[in-house]
C-alpha cells in the first residue's frame, strides 16, 4: 500500500490561497476535495474489510487449532459452499497471500502472518484516519469560502 504521508502535504491550500481563486478555481478546488476525502473513505472502508477478515482468519486458526487430527469437519470452498472433510495435519495450514498464490506454513507461522498484516493494516488505517480528516477540513474551508464569495456576488435587497 502506498504511504500516505506525501498525498496531502503538497495539497493542503490555506484559506487566504482560496480566497484569491476566482469562482469556478473554488468550485474545482472544493469538487477535487469532496472527491479525495470520497477516496479515502473507501479506503478506510476497504480496510476495515481487510482487517475484518484476517481477524476471522486468525480466530479460526485458532479454533483448528485445538480439534484433534482425525476430526470431521465442514471444509469451505467458497463463502456459501462446504464439503465434509477430515482434519489430517492441524500444525500446517495454507495461507493465501494475495492474486491466488498460496503458502503452507507451520500454524504457529500463520497465526504471526495474520497478525503481522493486522497490524500492518491497522497502522494504515491510522495514516488515512488522520489523511482523511484533515482533506475534510480542506473541503469544509473551501465550502464556506465559496458562499462566502457567493453571497458577496448576491446584491443585498
Known amino acids: 500500500m502506498a504511504s500516505a504521508k506525501g498525498v496531502g502535504s503538497s495539497s493542503v491550500v490555506r484559506v487566504a490561497e482560496m480566497e484569491k481563486m476566482s469562482l469556478e478555481q473554488l468550485k474545482a478546488f472544493k469538487e477535487q476535495s469532496d472527491l479525495e476525502v470520497n477516496l479515502l473513505q473507501e479506503s478506510l472502508n476497504n480496510i476495515r474489510t481487510a ?55 507451520t500454524m504457529a507461522e500463520g497465526k ?14 491510522d495514516q488515512l484516519i488522520e489523511l482523511a480528516s484533515k482533506k475534510k477540513t480542506v473541503a469544509d474551508e473551501a465550502g464556506a469560502v465559496l458562499q ?10
Open 51 to 105: 482487517t475484518g477478515r484476517l481477524e476471522i482468519a486468525s480466530s479460526a486458526l485458532y479454533d483448528l487449532s485445538l480439534r484433534p487430527q482425525g476430526k470431521k469437519m465442514l471444509v469451505p470452498l467458497t463463502a456459501s459452499l462446504y464439503v465434509p472433510g477430515k482434519l489430517d495435519d492441524a500444525d500446517k495450514v495454507l495461507v493465501d497471500i494475495g492474486t491466488g498464490y498460496f503458502v503452507e506454513k
Open 112 to 125: 504471526d502472518y495474520c497478525e503481522r498484516k493486522i497490524n500492518l493494516l491497522k497502522s494504515n488505517f
Open 148 to 157: 462566502a464569495k457567493l453571497k458577496q456576488m448576491v446584491p443585498a435587497t
